[in-house]
């Protein structure tokens, strides 16, 4: 079968992008021609790669959020002609649209009886108006795919009929642990207002004479940084929070860590989640909408109440002072990534793109 996958921007950093290249590399070890379609080309080359799976670009402009909305608009006008004339989109048996845009581009070129939305944000991210267009769009399209079961319900209650739930894959390749006795906890994730980092930063800031030699090592970058370290600076946490940017190594600082820690806003499904865990780190969380309550249903850590940066502390304290309940939720986690092992994911997709095939 060919598959092609449709993107924004393939050299973004960032989960969707991650998650993309896992499953095109999955689909193509079980034997599918498969390929990558990046709209724009923000940067020189992709973060990520998939194996053998070859990556085009509809054009090599960049695209920003910081520009208006109708600049924006006018550049995916432009691409909807290279779109129609790609022989990759043309010539594939199925496209999966990754968000919004990607699925924007596939419609207005016509490619509507062939694509899948794959979504990866949260039902209830968008504006109002954003979610109608989306929902206009997204029931014209062949299927649509979401992170949750939950959001799942929210389109069936749309009307839209054919919606799949298939959930992250894990994306790292684990390294030993050995972060029993480590003193660092860590957190992952772009430096953004979604992340919620300026509340865990408030949440440390009531803990931070208990903590002990206990401290918080951030990887990520993002427009945020500078508003972030002020704030840490500002609060007297430079020596307990850590901002440390990007890393190629991130499997060793999973393995190197005592726990994870995530205090977003909002995500879809968090992948950063799901590395941790598949690296052996007990997880600590905010129940944000959506996917840390899902992943921690059975054990593997702890979710507090959404922004209550008081509830966090406290956990991050209770997971410092008990090393035993670190170690019980470490004993939980095989279970807890069992269901989003490569294989598994691989095997949904599969059968989606079947079933559809034969419709």
């Not at 879809?268 to 780190?281: I, N, Q, S, T």
């Not at 007990?282 to 899902?294: E, K, M, R, T, V």
Request: charged fraction near 20%; glycine fraction near 6%; proline fraction near 4%.
């Amino acid at each position: 079968m060919k598959i092609a996958f449709l993107i924004q921007d393939i050299t973004t950093q960032g989960g969707t992008e991650r998650t993309t290249c896992c499953v095109a590399a999955e689909l193509r070890r079980r034997g599918h021609d498969v390929s990558i379609v990046s709209v724009f080309h923000n940067e020189q080359q992709p973060h990520y790669t998939a194996e053998e799976v070859p990556i085009y670009y509809l054009t090599n402009a960049t695209y920003t959020a910081k520009k208006s909305a109708l600049y924006r608009l006018m550049q995916v006008i432009m691409t909807i002609g290279k779109a129609r004339k790609c022989p990759v989109l043309e010539e594939a048996d199925a496209i999966i649209c990754q968000k919004v845009l990607a699925s924007t581009v596939a419609y207005l070129a016509g490619y509507k009886n062939k694509s899948i939305a794959a979504e990866h944000f949260a039902y209830g991210m968008y504006t109002p108006w954003l979610r109608k267009m989306r929902h206009r769009l997204y029931r014209r399209m062949r299927a649509v795919v979401t992170l949750t079961d939950k959001d799942k319900q929210c389109y069936l209650q749309e009307h839209l009929n054919e919606v799949y739930t298939i959930p992250n894959m894990v994306s790292v390749s684990p390294l030993p642990y050995q972060g029993e006795n480590s003193h660092r906890i860590v957190s992952v994730g772009r430096l953004s207002r979604q992340k919620g980092y300026d509340l865990l930063l408030q949440a440390v800031m009531d803990i931070a004479d208990e903590m002990g030699d206990f401290y918080i090592n951030i990887y990520g970058e993002g427009e945020e940084r500078e508003a972030l370290e002020k704030q840490c600076e500002q609060l007297g946490l430079t020596d307990k929070v850590h901002f440390c940017g990007y890393t190629c190594a991130i499997e060793q600082v999973y393995a190197d860590s005592a726990f994870y820690v995530m205090s977003s806003r909002f995500e879809g499904f968090p992948m950063v989640l799901l590395e941790a865990a598949a690296c052996g780190l007990p997880i600590l969380s905010f129940d944000c909408p959506q996917g840390p309550a899902i992943l921690l249903k059975d054990g593997g850590g702890i979710v507090v109440e959404a922004d209550d940066t008081h509830a966090l502390g406290q956990a991050i304290l209770q997971m410092i002072q008990d090393p035993a309940l670190r170690a019980q939720y470490r004993n939980q986690l095989e279970h807890v990534v069992a269901p989003y092992r490569p294989s598994v994911i691989g095997e949904q997709w599969e059968v989606l793109l079947q079933r559809l095939k034969r419709k």
